[in-house]
C-alpha cells in the first residue's frame, strides 16, 4: 500500500526567504513521487519528478526536492521565495505504473511582502 | 496545442438530475483518469481508464460512471447526484511512462 503525508497544511515565508514543504512517503516498492502546484483558481502543474535516477530533483521556478529513502522523505525546498509562489502545493506518490496516484492533503504557502 | 479540456467548467445542478462532465485530451494518451478535490482531502482518484473499453475504479468511485468508446474522450457521469458530490473535478490523461496531464478542473454545486 501507498500513502503520503504532508506534515503542514499552512507554510508562511517572507519574499526573499528559502521555503521548506514537507512530505513522508509510505511505498511498498520502488515509489515514483511528484510535487505538483495549484494556484488560485487553477489546474494542476507539475513542478518535479522523482524516478529513481538522481536524488536531488530539480524542477521548474526554482523549486528542487530531495529523496531520502532512509527517511521515507521528499521534502521540497525553494531558496528564496518569491510572491509568485504563493499557492497549493501536493505531494504525491504513484504506483509503479504510473496509473494510480496518491495526493497528499495539500500545503498552501502564504509569501507575506 | 497539447490539452486536456473539460466541460463544462462550472455546473450548478440540483439532487437527482443526472449530468455528464466531458473530458478530451488531443495527444493520443492511453491513460485517463478522474480525480475530485475537497479542503483538506486532497485529490481522490474515482476512475481511471487504461485504454478504450478498460475502466477500474478508484478510490472514491461511489455515484460516478465512466466509460471510454474513444481513445481522446473519458466522460464522468453521475446518474443521481447529490449534495456530498460537490466538489472540483479534474480528469487527467497520460501516455506510456509519461506524467500526467491535468485538466482546468470543473467546479460541481449539487443543491
Known amino acids: 500500500a501507498q500513502s503520503v503525508t504532508q506534515l503542514d497544511s499552512h507554510v508562511s515565508v517572507s519574499e526573499g526567504t528559502p521555503v521548506l514543504l514537507r512530505c513522508n512517503y509510505s511505498s511498498s516498492y520502488s515509489p515514483s513521487l511528484f510535487w505538483y502546484v495549484q494556484h488560485p483558481n487553477k489546474g494542476l502543474q507539475l513542478l518535479l519528478k522523482y524516478t529513481s535516477a538522481a536524488t536531488l530533483v530539480k524542477g521548474i521556478n526554482g523549486f528542487e526536492a530531495e529523496f531520502k529513502k532512509s527517511e521515507t522523505s521528499f521534502h521540497l525546498t525553494k531558496p528564496s521565495a518569491h510572491m509568485s509562489d504563493a499557492a497549493e502545493y501536493f505531494c504525491v506518490v504513484s504506483d509503479p505504473w504510473g496509473d494510480k496516484l496518491i495526493f497528499g492533503t495539500g500545503t498552501r504557502l502564504q509569501v507575506f511582502p | 496545442e497539447a490539452q486536456v479540456t473539460q466541460n463544462p467548467r462550472y455546473l450548478i445542478t440540483v439532487t437527482g438530475k443526472k449530468l455528464t462532465v466531458t473530458c478530451s485530451q488531443n495527444m493520443n494518451h492511453e491513460y485517463m483518469s478522474w480525480y475530485r478535490q475537497d479542503p483538506g482531502l486532497g485529490l481522490r482518484q474515482i476512475y481511471y481508464s487504461m485504454n478504450v473499453e478498460v475502466t477500474d475504479k478508484g478510490d472514491v468511485p461511489e455515484g460516478y460512471k465512466v466509460s471510454r468508446k474513444e481513445k481522446r474522450n473519458f466522460p464522468l457521469i453521475l446518474e443521481s447526484p447529490s449534495p456530498n458530490q460537490t466538489s472540483l473535478y479534474f480528469c487527467?490523461?497520460?501516455?506510456?511512462?509519461?506524467?500526467?496531464?491535468f485538466g482546468p478542473g470543473t467546479r460541481l454545486l449539487v443543491l
Open positions: 487527467a490523461s497520460r501516455g506510456r511512462l509519461e506524467t500526467q496531464y
